[in-house]
Protein backbone atom coordinates (compact mmCIF):
# COMPACT_ATOMS: atom_id res chain seq x y z
CA UNK A 1 0.00 0.00 0.00
CA UNK A 2 1.54 3.64 -0.91
CA UNK A 3 2.36 5.68 1.71
CA UNK A 4 0.42 8.81 2.61
CA UNK A 5 1.99 12.60 3.40
CA UNK A 6 3.29 12.59 6.39
CA UNK A 7 1.38 15.64 8.02
CA UNK A 8 3.96 16.64 10.42
CA UNK A 9 6.22 17.46 7.02
CA UNK A 10 4.00 19.83 5.85
CA UNK A 11 6.16 22.58 5.84
CA UNK A 12 8.31 21.10 3.00
CA UNK A 13 5.53 21.19 1.02
CA UNK A 14 5.89 25.00 1.05
CA UNK A 15 9.44 25.07 0.30
CA UNK A 16 10.76 28.17 -1.70
CA UNK A 17 12.38 26.08 -3.94
CA UNK A 18 9.80 24.01 -5.12
CA UNK A 19 8.54 26.80 -6.75
CA UNK A 20 11.26 27.02 -8.86
CA UNK A 21 10.73 23.06 -9.86
CA UNK A 22 6.98 22.89 -9.70
CA UNK A 23 5.91 26.34 -10.65
CA UNK A 24 2.07 26.58 -9.36
CA UNK A 25 0.53 29.45 -11.57
CA UNK A 26 2.30 28.11 -14.90
CA UNK A 27 0.97 24.74 -14.26
CA UNK A 28 -2.32 25.59 -13.24
CA UNK A 29 -2.60 28.17 -16.24
CA UNK A 30 -1.54 24.86 -18.96
CA UNK A 31 -4.47 23.17 -16.95
CA UNK A 32 -6.81 26.29 -18.13
CA UNK A 33 -7.65 27.58 -14.66
CA UNK A 34 -8.95 31.03 -15.82
CA UNK A 35 -11.33 33.25 -13.84
CA UNK A 36 -14.68 31.92 -13.28
CA UNK A 37 -14.19 27.97 -13.19
CA UNK A 38 -15.01 25.62 -10.82
CA UNK A 39 -11.89 23.64 -9.77
CA UNK A 40 -11.38 20.71 -7.27
CA UNK A 41 -7.67 20.24 -5.43
CA UNK A 42 -7.96 16.74 -4.58
CA UNK A 43 -4.98 15.96 -2.13
CA UNK A 44 -4.57 19.92 -1.38
CA UNK A 45 -2.25 19.61 1.47
CA UNK A 46 -1.47 22.96 2.72
CA UNK A 47 -2.62 24.76 -0.35
CA UNK A 48 -0.06 24.75 -2.53
CA UNK A 49 -1.91 24.85 -5.94
CA UNK A 50 -5.49 25.84 -3.93
CA UNK A 51 -4.41 29.40 -3.23
CA UNK A 52 -3.01 30.52 -6.69
CA UNK A 53 -6.22 28.30 -8.24
CA UNK A 54 -8.23 30.65 -6.27
CA UNK A 55 -6.44 34.07 -7.30
CA UNK A 56 -6.89 32.28 -11.14
CA UNK A 57 -10.45 31.64 -10.26
CA UNK A 58 -11.21 34.97 -9.08
CA UNK A 59 -15.65 34.79 -8.85
CA UNK A 60 -14.99 31.22 -9.75
CA UNK A 61 -14.93 28.56 -6.84
CA UNK A 62 -12.00 26.23 -5.13
CA UNK A 63 -12.92 22.99 -3.80
CA UNK A 64 -9.77 22.17 -1.36
CA UNK A 65 -10.11 18.39 -1.02
CA UNK A 66 -8.26 16.21 1.08
CA UNK A 67 -8.63 12.90 3.52
CA UNK A 68 -6.15 13.99 6.38
CA UNK A 69 -8.32 16.60 8.71
CA UNK A 70 -4.83 17.86 9.93
CA UNK A 71 -3.69 19.35 6.49
CA UNK A 72 -7.33 20.99 6.00
CA UNK A 73 -6.72 22.74 9.07
CA UNK A 74 -2.84 24.07 8.31
CA UNK A 75 -4.66 25.32 4.97
CA UNK A 76 -8.04 26.69 7.22
CA UNK A 77 -5.44 29.19 9.34
CA UNK A 78 -3.86 30.05 5.43
CA UNK A 79 -6.49 31.28 3.49
CA UNK A 80 -8.45 33.43 6.51
CA UNK A 81 -11.03 34.49 5.15
CA UNK A 82 -10.92 34.05 1.59
CA UNK A 83 -14.42 33.45 0.26
CA UNK A 84 -13.86 31.23 -2.82
CA UNK A 85 -12.17 28.28 -1.13
CA UNK A 86 -14.67 25.86 0.51
CA UNK A 87 -12.64 22.83 2.80
CA UNK A 88 -13.88 19.66 1.77
CA UNK A 89 -13.21 16.42 3.89
CA UNK A 90 -13.34 13.30 1.71
CA UNK A 91 -12.48 9.45 2.38
CA UNK A 92 -10.56 7.12 -0.40
CA UNK A 93 -13.53 6.47 -1.86
CA UNK A 94 -16.35 9.50 -1.62
CA UNK A 95 -15.92 12.92 -1.98
CA UNK A 96 -18.98 14.57 -0.77
CA UNK A 97 -19.52 16.90 -3.88
CA UNK A 98 -22.50 17.00 -6.51
CA UNK A 99 -21.93 14.71 -10.10
CA UNK A 100 -20.95 16.59 -12.89
CA UNK A 101 -20.24 19.53 -10.43
CA UNK A 102 -16.61 21.17 -11.20
CA UNK A 103 -14.88 22.57 -14.58
CA UNK A 104 -11.07 21.19 -13.63
CA UNK A 105 -10.10 18.67 -11.44
CA UNK A 106 -6.44 18.26 -10.09
CA UNK A 107 -4.05 15.73 -8.16
CA UNK A 108 -0.59 17.49 -7.34
CA UNK A 109 1.99 14.90 -6.01
CA UNK A 110 -1.28 12.71 -4.34
CA UNK A 111 -1.55 10.03 -7.55
CA UNK A 112 1.19 7.92 -6.07
CA UNK A 113 -0.56 8.27 -2.89
CA UNK A 114 -4.25 6.72 -3.76
CA UNK A 115 -5.49 3.45 -2.70
CA UNK A 116 -7.29 1.38 -4.98
CA UNK A 117 -9.65 3.49 -7.97
CA UNK A 118 -12.10 5.13 -5.49
CA UNK A 119 -10.94 8.42 -5.70
CA UNK A 120 -10.13 8.51 -9.47
CA UNK A 121 -13.34 7.44 -9.72
CA UNK A 122 -14.67 10.12 -7.94
CA UNK A 123 -12.62 12.50 -9.90
CA UNK A 124 -14.51 11.28 -12.70
CA UNK A 125 -18.16 12.05 -10.90
CA UNK A 126 -17.50 15.29 -9.84
CA UNK A 127 -15.79 16.51 -13.24
CA UNK A 128 -18.53 17.75 -16.34
CA UNK A 129 -18.66 16.30 -19.74
CA UNK A 130 -15.61 17.82 -21.65
CA UNK A 131 -14.25 18.79 -17.95
CA UNK A 132 -10.65 18.14 -17.77
CA UNK A 133 -8.51 16.16 -15.00
CA UNK A 134 -4.79 17.40 -14.41
CA UNK A 135 -2.45 15.12 -12.23
CA UNK A 136 1.18 16.53 -11.66
CA UNK A 137 3.59 13.51 -10.27
CA UNK A 138 7.00 12.41 -9.83
CA UNK A 139 8.98 10.91 -12.07
CA UNK A 140 9.72 7.10 -10.92
CA UNK A 141 13.72 7.91 -10.94
CA UNK A 142 15.81 7.29 -7.85
CA UNK A 143 16.24 11.16 -6.26
CA UNK A 144 17.35 12.66 -3.34
CA UNK A 145 13.65 14.08 -2.63
CA UNK A 146 10.44 12.91 -2.95
CA UNK A 147 8.15 9.95 -2.50
CA UNK A 148 10.07 6.22 -2.17
CA UNK A 149 11.00 4.85 -5.60
CA UNK A 150 8.30 1.87 -5.01
CA UNK A 151 5.45 4.16 -4.47
CA UNK A 152 5.92 6.24 -7.92
CA UNK A 153 4.09 5.63 -10.84
CA UNK A 154 5.67 5.54 -14.44
CA UNK A 155 4.10 7.49 -16.96
CA UNK A 156 2.53 4.93 -18.58
CA UNK A 157 0.92 3.70 -15.55
CA UNK A 158 -0.35 6.35 -14.19
CA UNK A 159 -1.93 7.04 -17.93
CA UNK A 160 -3.43 3.52 -17.32
CA UNK A 161 -4.65 4.27 -13.94
CA UNK A 162 -6.40 7.40 -15.37
CA UNK A 163 -8.05 5.49 -18.58
CA UNK A 164 -9.11 2.27 -16.34
CA UNK A 165 -11.72 4.96 -14.73
CA UNK A 166 -13.17 6.49 -18.33
CA UNK A 167 -10.72 8.80 -18.79
CA UNK A 168 -9.10 9.82 -22.26
CA UNK A 169 -5.67 11.21 -21.61
CA UNK A 170 -4.73 13.90 -24.65
CA UNK A 171 -1.34 15.21 -23.16
CA UNK A 172 1.28 14.40 -21.38
CA UNK A 173 4.62 16.32 -20.47
CA UNK A 174 7.48 16.30 -18.43
CA UNK A 175 7.79 19.30 -16.02
CA UNK A 176 11.84 19.15 -15.79
CA UNK A 177 13.53 17.96 -13.51
CA UNK A 178 11.27 15.35 -10.86
CA UNK A 179 7.79 16.25 -12.11
CA UNK A 180 5.46 14.58 -15.53
CA UNK A 181 2.21 16.16 -15.73
CA UNK A 182 -0.91 14.14 -17.48
CA UNK A 183 -3.99 16.39 -19.03
CA UNK A 184 -6.80 13.90 -19.44
CA UNK A 185 -10.81 14.64 -19.94
CA UNK A 186 -13.99 13.29 -19.26
CA UNK A 187 -15.69 12.89 -22.87
CA UNK A 188 -19.01 14.79 -24.03
CA UNK A 189 -21.66 12.28 -23.94
C1 LIG B 1 2.35 15.12 -1.15
S1 LIG B 1 0.90 15.88 -0.52
C2 LIG B 1 0.60 17.09 -1.81
C3 LIG B 1 -0.30 18.20 -1.36
C4 LIG B 1 -0.57 19.29 -2.42
N1 LIG B 1 -1.31 18.76 -3.53
C5 LIG B 1 0.72 19.90 -2.89
O1 LIG B 1 1.09 19.68 -4.04
O2 LIG B 1 1.36 20.57 -2.06
C6 LIG B 1 -0.38 14.69 -0.84
C7 LIG B 1 -1.72 15.04 -0.23
O3 LIG B 1 -2.72 14.16 -0.78
C8 LIG B 1 -3.58 13.77 0.26
N2 LIG B 1 -4.23 12.51 -0.15
C9 LIG B 1 -3.68 11.29 -0.23
N3 LIG B 1 -4.58 10.40 -0.68
C10 LIG B 1 -5.73 11.08 -0.89
C11 LIG B 1 -7.02 10.72 -1.35
N4 LIG B 1 -7.31 9.46 -1.67
N5 LIG B 1 -7.97 11.68 -1.44
C12 LIG B 1 -7.69 12.97 -1.10
N6 LIG B 1 -6.48 13.37 -0.64
C13 LIG B 1 -5.51 12.43 -0.54
C14 LIG B 1 -2.68 13.66 1.47
O4 LIG B 1 -3.41 13.71 2.68
C15 LIG B 1 -1.77 14.87 1.28
O5 LIG B 1 -2.31 16.03 1.87
Redesign the pocket.
Known amino acids: MPH??DAAWASI?EDEERKEFLPPVEILKRLGVREGITFAD?????G??TIPAAELVGRGRVFA????AE?LELLKKKIKDRENITIVK?S?DTIPLPSESVDITFM???LH??EGEG?LREAYRILRRGGVLGVVDWKKEKMEIGPPFEDRLSIEEAKAKIKGVGFSVTESFEIPPYHYCLIAKKDEP
Not at 42 to 46: A, K, L, P, R, W
Not at 65 to 68: A, E, G, M
Open positions: KFLIGCGTYFIDVQMSEGDVELT
